[in-house]
Each structure stands twice: as C-alpha cells, then as structure tokens.
C-alpha cells in the first residue's frame, strides 16, 4: 500500500542554517504530496503542497519539490528561524489509489532551532 | 475563530469505560476526516464522511469504535469498553478539495 518515509529526528540546527528534511514516497496512483507544520500546542498546519510531478510548494521560506523520478518531496529552507521550531509532517493523497482524498503520513521530524 | 474545534481536548478514563468525542468541522466543508496519533508517529486515517455518508473507514476501527456525522454538519467518535492501547490523541480534520485538510487541535485520550 501507499506509504510515506522521512528523515528521523530530532533535527537541532542553529538560527540562519539551511534546512533539509527528506521525505520519500510510495504510491500505486498520481499522489499529490503535502508537508505539514505542528507547532508546540497547536494543531497540524497545512505548510505546503504540490499536486504534480515537477511542482514546487513554497510557503514561509520553506520550498518542496515533487520529484517523481526519485518519489521524493524533500523540505527545504535556506535559513532558517527560532520561530521555526516544530515538527514536520510528509504526506501523500492518492484520490485516484482509491484513498478517498485521506492522507497518509510519515512518522515526522522534529526541529529544534537555537538562537 | 472559524477552525475545526474539538471537545473534550482532554480526557481521563478507566478501562472498560466508554468515551465519545465530538468534532466541529469549518462550516463550508463537505468532508470529515478521523485520525488517531500516538507518541512519536504521524496522524494515522481511521475514518471519512462525505457529508453525512461514511465512505471509508481503516482496518484500526475496530467494532469498537463507531463514528456518525448526522446531518452532514458536527461528528461524533465513540470508543466503546475502552483498552489502555486506545490512548492516543484523537484528531478531526475537515476539508473541501481532496488531501488539504484543516486540522483541530485534537483530543487526548488517556485510559487507565
């Protein structure tokens, strides 16, 4: 079945260095890929999305690339903020593998970023 | 503030015990998602209504579990007999377009 792998944490990293998290994905259909954003004591965050293969997402500094030939999603931000502390989220939607539009989930990474 | 809301956002139970909890999705929204997280992992699907119809529901629901969205608007969860491996944080997310879901801050399930 459909699956998602990323890159385990905890990722620590000072304020102003480049971010990589990597994500990876196995799909029976044409997936659409997502990252999600969960701040300390709030709710999951839609951070950014691509819905094809060679799409880019971008939000908040943050970029992703939907690589089909690598099944990959891989987060990246150039540099990044205290502000940015979380855990991320990779997903995937495969409507059309017969998932209903429901995402699946990688297991997520936590970042910790220090002044 | 127009979010997905849950209630309770906390709850305590002993074993055996049934608990029930509730769902507010964004109004707009036709669809209605249930997820179940655990420590250390990523939200896993247990459930989806499209309205007020269940279209989909995981293998992790067991009998169990029972979930109904009458009128196509707020949804409820029910865990029946809860087992201390129901501990989790219990998530609704509601959504228009397939896969960009809103998320409410969840609901933590703690059984004794």
């Known amino acids: 079945g459909d699956s998602v792998t990323q890159m385990e944490g905890p990722v620590t990293l000072s304020e102003e260095a480049f971010l990589t998290i990597n994500c990876t994905y196995t799909?029976?259909?044409?997936?659409?890929l997502f990252w999600y954003v969960q701040y300390p004591g709030e709710g999951l965050q839609l951070l950014l999305k691509a819905t094809k293969a060679d799409d880019k997402g971008s939000n908040k500094g943050f970029e992703a690339t939907y690589r089909k030939e690598t099944t990959s999603f891989h987060l990246e931000k150039g540099s990044v903020q205290v502000s940015d502390s979380a855990v991320y989220f990779c997903a995937l939607s495969d409507q059309y593998g017969g998932s209903q539009g429901n995402l699946i989930f990688g297991k997520g990474t936590k970042l910790s970023v220090k002044p | 503030d127009t979010g997905v809301s849950q209630d309770p956002r906390h709850k305590i139970t002993k074993r055996g015990q049934n608990v029930t909890f509730r769902c507010d999705p964004i109004?707009?929204?036709?669809?209605l998602y249930w997820y179940r997280q655990t420590l250390g992992q990523g939200p896993e699907f247990l459930t989806y209504f499209q309205n007020e119809a269940q279209l989909e529901k995981s293998r992790l629901l067991s009998d169990r579990f029972s979930a109904e969205r009458p009128k196509g608007s707020f949804s409820t969860l029910e865990i029946q007999r809860t087992e201390q491996g129901d501990s989790a944080m219990y998530l609704c997310?509601?959504?228009?377009?397939?896969?960009?879901?809103?998320f409410g801050e969840g609901s933590r399930l703690t059984v004794l």
């Open positions: 109004s707009e929204h036709n669809r």
């Open positions: 997310a509601s959504s228009l377009w397939a896969g960009e879901l809103f």
């Open positions: 799909a029976t259909g044409y997936p659409s």
